[in-house]
């Protein structure tokens, strides 16, 4: 992947930072999968990231947990990964296409799900020593998020965890993996973060 700098604010102790690239490649101190609630491996990130830490060695440590409902977040070793930890959040689905009311409602509940994985993930770090941490796009893929929706949600939540717990956390990374998803962030990242 073609090498794009950085970009990276500032904000009460901790770097906030956005890149174009691999969550898997991340030298940081944890990476964040964007799971299933039975922490079985699954496609996108989730398969990249079991293919990159070690499909049968992740596979086990996450049979001993056993289930992570949505809106949570649970903790592995990293295993092969440069990261020492990878921690595990459910995303919710988001309802795609036309929307009814109940479509409106649940999305709307899919936002506060979504704010509270990255909330818990970021507080399950900083209870395990976490100075540095990756977050992919969380919910994007499969699940459909809209990722300047998501973004929004993404940066947000980081915002609020940041102001209440500052300079728990040396650098909070999101890592995005293509050309469209890294503007996003990089404007959003401007305008959350002023």
Known sequence: MERVKPTEVSFNGTKVVVVLGDIVEQEVDAVVNAANERLKGGSGVDWAIHNAAGWDQLQAACREIGFCRTDDAVITPGFNLRARFIIHTVGPVYAAGPVNEAGKKYNEEARELLASCYRRSLE???????????????????????????TDVAMNAVKNFVLENPGVFDEIRFVMFNDDYHAIAKRRLTEHFK
């Open 124 to 150: 399950i770090a900083a209870q395990n020593g976490v100075r540095t941490i990756a977050f992919p796009a969380i919910s994007t893929g499969m699940f459909e998020y809209p990722a300047d929706r998501a």
